[in-house]
Structures are given as C-alpha cells and as structure tokens.
C-alpha cells in the first residue's frame, strides 16, 4: 500500500511551520467567515443584520431606558434603526484608548454585556452584533444623541472612514444606525418588510409597554406599522389563537422572580389538537425548547393531574398524560436571566438548569390557583385532557393493530407504491401523485433506479380538523405514511425515512394546490421534521407547450409563454407558433413528463422550507381550519397573488 497520500512526510511536516499560520485582523474574521456570525449569507442572514441592531436598542428597554423603537427600509434597502435609550456611550474606552463608539463598531466582543454592570440581562450575540453588522456593510453611519449633542462616525466594510466627531445639537437621547448591507457579502440585499415587520411584532409582545415601528419607504412599497401591547405576551397568546376558537376567555398569566432571573408564562386552549408552545430566553426565540419548557411541561402536568384527582374529575388510577395536557394548547413562556447559557451557535435551546426550576415554581403555583379560582374553565381544561387521552388511546391500538398487520413492523409496502431499485435513502426520492392516471405516466416515465411514485386517490383528510387516531389506518394517508417509513407524531424518526427526496407532484391548477396543501399541513402536524430538514419538495410541471415546425419548446407561465412565442417566431412576426395548454399530469405522455418534471438535469423543483413556524402554524390554521372569516380575510388580502390561477 502506498500510504504518501495518508500521512505527512518528515519533510512537508518541515513545510508546516509559524509562517502557514494566518492570522486575520480585526473584522476581517467575519469578512471571511460570515456565515459562522449570522448563520448564512442568504435571505435569513440578510436580515439577521437588522436583527442584531435591534436587539441592542432592546437590550437597552431591558435596562428601563428605551421606550420606543423605530425600523425603517430605505430607498435602496438601506437599514435605519433609531431607538431613544442612553445613547452609545462616547467617551474613552480605558482598554483601547479609543471612542468607546468606536470601540462597539469595530472590535469583536466588545460590549455592555460581559460583566461590568452595562447589562444585567442581553439578547443579540453576546456583545458582537454591531461590530458583525459593521463588516458586513458595504458602508455604515452610526449617530449618538447624548448629553445635548449628536455624535456621527461613519465606516466601510468595518473600516473607518470618518473619526467621530460633533455633528449637532440635540434635545433627545439614543442611538441612529444607517447602514447599507455589502452586495459582495449577501446573495440578495432586497430586504422584506413583512419578514422585519414579523419578527419586530413578536419583540413588541415580548416587553410589554415597548413601541416599535416598522416603516418602508422602498418606491412602490410605502407602507407602515406601529405596535405597542400593554398586555405583553398575553395579547400575544390571543394573537396566536385569533384563528382558532378559545375553550376559555381568559389568558392565563403566570409570572414570578428569584435574585436576577424573571418567568412569565401565558397560556390559553382552544379546541384544536395541536399544541403551540413558543419560548423564549432574553427575548431569542428558542425553538428546541430547553429548560425553561421542561420547567413549564412538568409543573402543568402535575397540576392537571392534582387538580382531577381532587376534584374527582380523574378517577382512581387516572392519570394524563403530558401530551394529553397539552392538546390544543397554546403558551408562550418568557424567561429573563443574567447568565444565558444557549447550547449550539443557533442558540436554538436554553441549558440553565435553575430557570427549570423557576418556571415549575411560578406554574405549579399559579396555575393550580387559577383553577381553583375558576372552576368552570379548570373543567373544560380537563375535559379536553382526557378527551385527548382516550383518542391518544385509540390511535396507540390502531398504531399497533396497522404494525400486526404489517407483520410487526415489517415491510409490507402499500400496494400502490411502485419502488425504486436503489436502498440508499440518500440517494432516492418518491414522487406523491394524484390519481392513477398521473400515477401511471410518472410509473412509465420515471428512473426506477432511484425514483419511487406512489398515486394518491380520491379526497385526502384534513388533519387540522382531527386527531391522531382518525389519520392511522386512513386509507389516504397510511400509504404515504408506510411508505416514507418514518413513523407519526412523537414516534416520527428520520432517520428512518426511506427517501431523502419528498416531492409532491400535483396538477398546475386550484385542485393540485389545494392537494399540496393538504399534504403540507399532514406533514408540518405530524411529520414536520420532514419540513425544518428540508427533505419535502413541490414538483413545477410546465402550464404550456409551444411548437413551430419541428421545434417544440414548454413555457412554466405566462411570461415565458409569451418570452418564447417570440423567441420561435424569430424574425419572422407572422410566422405560425401553435400553443397548447397542459391539461393535467395524467394526459402527458411518460416522455413528456420525464422531460419536463421529473428529468433531474432539466426538471423545477420548489423546496419547501420553514423559516418562521409561528407564521406557518397560522397560515395552516387560517386555511385549513373550521373559522370560515379568517379564511375570508387571508383570501382576500392575498388574491392578487393568484390572479393567473384559472378558476
């Protein structure tokens, strides 16, 4: 064996000295590396830039001196944060010898937030933020309003262009940031005022009291939103549930304090059967959860449990379960602590182990008052409970009622289902389609090397309108759900999934949009692991076919139908180009449809990715659940995005 190519010899190991050692200066760290900083240079990374902006100026409301907060998209997509806190502080930074401003902006992990007494308690990332956001602008201006004046020093790329300096006389406090996000950094610098007016709305319910506005000034986009809830994260559980029918009027509102650290917990039913618990730690959403939400599920279900037994609503040895507690619930819990102890650079779980403990305090105690206070709604809660338990009940006897009948878990696949040749999941993908017809023409057309199709029939069930135990063993879903092999609900593993590839496959019309609906809201309820991973993919079939002559080309729009027509008419004005409309999946021949949809060198597949799960939860309750006005409304705001849809 030659090993030359596995290990170093005596004299390339010389090579290997201080002089390959590099060695980046200031911010060109993050100028090199952006993504290790703000996550990715796509869209998300785009706008966390604004995202670390703000969460100083909200660290400041933490404090007590910021009451109000100002986001602005300029011309250009140029950033404006203005916020009325203390201002930057300008005076000399004792380490450095330099502007304390200029200090923020331009030196990593340099901040109020490391000890020191600037913050006792901080979001954003950990005292980087300003100075990431600096590097990563093609220029920058940051103006203080403080002790009378106006304070301005100006950057490019992390590099100062102008000292600070005195620019003016003021009569106000705080802190103005303008900067313009650096196109050799980004993917895309087009900022979406929806996606910053979200993320700033959920700021807003999160400290009580605070004022932001969020303002395009874009030509063609003006438009502006002010937000300011007194009722904090109460106001923000019945926003959640707007859509949704509460089983109790009130929000419940827990809260409670130990030395520096702070919980409030607010939560209302209602009489869905999901659960929707959103929690947050110094304002950063944590979407996995962590010991603030362990804290929160132990003490609700041991309340529930105590308050049945003793009012013999639970009998005997009954008991519910956690998951049973929390169907169709919906709870937002905020904890404020000094020391945030985030696991992972996503900070997406909280690891304090004594928050744990406080939010089981502040529950255990108010929560069991709240319902000794208020029979009538502690007996609706429970109601649902064991309701929810019995169901939890069925579907674990039709779980393994369908895992006898599949010789204990083996692998009978669906009858239906026409498999690919290859075992490696990573390296397959199944095409769900609708109908036999359609089913049939991608069986003909497809690779059967590594592409599987499985026809779907008849009309599929809308799983926000039931429980778990009406989708095992339904006859529309269970073959999608045996076949993909990953299992259901809590149970769902993927590793297990059978196919890295999950393409929905449906006609380009209002029927094959309402199927991939149907499938999605399936898969965000009880796959959605399926989703956040990116394994699910929307085919694009082509709307039209365009021949002259002998030369035949597919159009995906109407644009492009008309971009081509033009094209194959050449200089010729009059010439003759015949365009035909693609009826449907199932009347393209095997060829056709191997060429336009599922040729991976020439086919449109759409991801289906999930950036935000509080907007996605309440699309999917709008559009597929029993309120009738909300659906109304939400089709209404949104139909001139479907005008090119024929009804």
């Known amino acids: 064996m030659d090993y030359q190519d596995n290990f170093r010899s005596e004299e390339n190991e010389k090579d290997y000295d201080a002089s390959q050692i590099q060695v980046l200066e200031g911010l060109e760290a993050v100028r090199k590396r952006p993504g290790m900083y703000i996550g990715s240079t796509s869209s998300s990374g785009l706008h966390h830039l604004v995202y670390e902006i703000v969460d100083n100026a909200i660290d400041e409301a933490l404090a007590g001196y910021c009451t109000e907060i100002e986001v602005v998209i300029e011309p250009g997509d140029v950033i404006r944060v203005t916020d009325n806190g203390r201002g930057i502080p300008v005076d000399i930074q004792p380490q450095t010898g330099r502007p304390a401003l200029e200090v923020v902006f331009s030196v990593l992990h340099a901040g109020g937030k490391f000890g020191g007494g600037g913050y006792k308690v901080s979001g954003g990332l950990h005292g980087v933020g300003a100075s990431v956001v600096n590097a990563l602008s093609e220029w920058l201006t940051v103006q203080v309003h403080k002790e009378g004046k106006i304070y301005e020093m100006k950057f490019s790329r992390g590099h100062i262009t102008e000292e600070m300096t005195v620019v003016g006389e003021t009569d106000r406090m705080g802190t103005t940031v303008i900067f313009k996000p650096d196109p050799e950094m980004f993917e895309d610098t087009v900022y979406s005022y929806d996606t910053l007016h979200t993320r700033m709305r959920e700021e ?45 009027n009130r929000v419940i509102y827990m809260s409670g304090s130990r030395e520096d650290s702070m919980a409030e917990v607010a939560l209302q039913y209602n009489d869905g059967f999901q659960e929707n618990i959103l929690s947050f730690a110094n304002n950063v959403h944590t979407p996995e959860g962590g010991m603030h939400e362990t804290g929160f599920k132990a003490a609700l279900t041991r309340v529930l449990n105590a308050y049945g037994l003793k009012n013999n609503i639970l009998k005997g040895d009954d008991k519910i379960s956690g998951e049973d507690c ?55 809660i429970l109601d649902k409970a064991m309701m929810a338990n019995r169901a939890r009940e069925a579907a674990r006897k039709a779980r393994e009622s369908i895992r006898r009948k599949s010789a204990l878990g083996g692998a009978a696949m669906p009858d239906k289902l026409r498999d690919c040749n290859e075992n490696n999941p990573e390296l397959t993908e ?46 529309k879903l269970q073959p999608v759900i045996v076949a993909l092999g990953a299992g259901l609900g809590d149970e769902f593993d993927v590793n297990k999934l059978r196919y890295h590839k999950v393409i929905i496959m449906a006609d380009a019309d209002v029927d094959g949009s309402h199927i991939r609906t149907l499938l999605l809201t399936f898969f965000f309820r009880y796959m959605r692991p399926l989703v956040e991973q990116g394994y699910v993919y929307a085919a694009v079939p082509p709307l039209y076919k365009l021949t002259r002559g002998k030369t035949t080309r597919i159009a995906f729009d109407d644009a492009e139908r008309e971009r081509i027509a033009v094209e194959l008419r050449g200089d010729n004005p009059n010439a003759k180009v015949d365009i035909s409309r693609f009826k449907g999946l199932g009347e393209m021949d095997p060829h056709e449809l191997w060429e336009t949809t599922m040729d991976p060198t020439t086919r449109t597949l759409k991801q289906i990715t999930l950036e935000d799960a509080i907007l996605a939860d309440e699309t999917f309750t709008v559009l597929m659940g029993e309120k009738v006005e909300p659906r109304k409304e939400f089709i209404e705001q949104n139909a001139h995005y479907a005008v090119n849809l024929d009804f």
């Open 204 to 248: 807003a319910f999160l400290n009580a009291g605070l004022r932001i506005r969020t303002i395009d000034r874009r030509e063609g986009e003006q438009q502006m939103d002010e937000m300011c809830y007194e009722g904090g994260i109460r106001e923000f559980v019945t926003f959640l549930n707007k859509s949704k029918e509460a089983l109790h």
């Open 430 to 475: 199944i095409y769900i389609v609708e109908g036999d017809s359609a089913g049939g023409s991608a069986t003909n057309g497809r690779d059967s090397r590594f592409q599987a199709i499985l026809p779907l029939w008849g009309k599929m069930l809308n799983v926000e309108k039931v429980r778990a135990d009406k989708i095992y063993g339904n006859d």
């Open 326 to 380: 929390r169907e169709g619930l919906t709870a937002v819990i905020s904890v404020k602590l000094t020391d945030a102890q985030f696991e992972g650079q996503t900070k997406d779980k909280l690891g304090n182990s004594e928050i744990r403990t406080l939010v089981d305090n502040v529950v255990s105690e108010k929560l069991a008052q709240f319902l000794e206070e208020n029979p009538a709604a502690a007996r609706v």
